[in-house]
């Protein structure tokens, strides 16, 4: 069923075409009456040629170029072209011969004289074939660029989905990590019935605010993301007591410059849960430089000779959440010796001062 829009919008089209061929004909009527005072039998002239006009033109505009040109079957473009050309020019000469009959009643001196030449003729059809043609080529390939462009924003935009999708999947494993080594910590306290276990409460009722919330947002001040961290290292600090040693230097030159959340700490709970216990100490050392527009982030820890490999789910999720929020602005080297298991970041970032 057509709608009223449809209507109208087909009716405007039509209304277009026929202003555009009425002023097509009026071209016709001045173009072979420049030489002529008989503008009435140039009028009838013209009139004979439209069909032919009107024919050859919409050919081109709805079948050859769209259907032949703009699809690249050049061969088969080039043919029908041709096939079209000689068909044309077949009626055109039957047009003149039978304007020579109607308007000059087989009186070649009577004809108007532009309307002798079949050149002259040809170049007045064709050249309305052709800018028509070109406007619709036109129109054509703004189309196609136009859809071009809706195609390239649509994968655009469904590529930055799964990204955001992968992050957030990424996110999701570290989160179980990080919980089940606080939540272990507060339970052997519990347990003890020790002093620290409010003070231990609100560290991790922090840190789960910054797990929970902060972490859907795209970026966050360093000095944030540094305040959580000693919040862990106080929380295992309280889970290793005398067997642990831990050194933390920090070197702030702006604490406006933003991170990604959740990008430190698991390096943090990586050190912790696969570190190991040496000569009865869990040594880890931790340094963090941040300029105006670089990091520089390194942790270190003892490990056992035994443990051949320290890259656990957490520090495998970190390197994928690199390449996809700092493409070609990391830099991560790991170093795993006998003793030690060490991690150096560089970071390339833009300060928002």
Known sequence: MFTKQFIFKKTG????????????????????????????????????????????????TYKLIPEYLITKRYIRFGVYTLFTLIISLYLLMVSIYFSFIYI????????????????FISTAVYLVVVIVSAFKLLKLNLKQASKTKALETKILNTQLKLKEQELNYLKMQIHPHFLFNTLNTMYGLALKKAEQTPDMILKLSNLLDYLLYQTEKPIVPISEEIE???????????????????????????????????????????????????????????????????VHFRIKNSKSQSKSS????????????????????????????GDTFEVDLHLNIVSND
Not at 23 to 37: A, E, K, M, Q, R
Not at 106 to 119: D, G, L, R, S
Not at 240 to 250: E, G, K, Q, R
């Open 13 to 60: 089209q039509v209304l277009l075409h026929l202003i555009f061929w009425v002023c097509v004909l009026f071209f016709y009527t001045y173009f072979f009456g420049v030489s002529s005072s008989n503008y009435n039998d140039t009028l009838k002239f013209s009139l004979f040629l439209m069909p032919i006009t009107i024919s050859t033109t919409y050919v081109s």
């Open 104 to 119: 000059s009643n087989f009186e070649y001196a009577n004809m108007n004289p532009a309307t002798k030449n079949i050149v």
């Open 228 to 294: 959580h961290i000693k919040d862990y290292i106080a929380l295992e600090k309280m889970r290793f007591n005398d067997t642990l040693a831990i050194n933390m230097i920090v070197n702030l030159e702006s604490k406006n410059l933003t991170i990604a959340p959740m990008l430190l700490l698991p390096f943090i709970e990586n050190s912790f849960k696969h570190g190991s216990i040496t000569n009865g100490i869990l040594n880890i050392d931790i340094e963090l430089t941040a300029g105006l527009d670089q």
């Open 310 to 337: 320290q890259n656990g789910i957490g520090l495998e999720n970190i390197k994928k959440r690199l390449e996809l929020l700092y493409p070609k602005k990391h830099d991560i080297t790991i170093h795993n010796d």
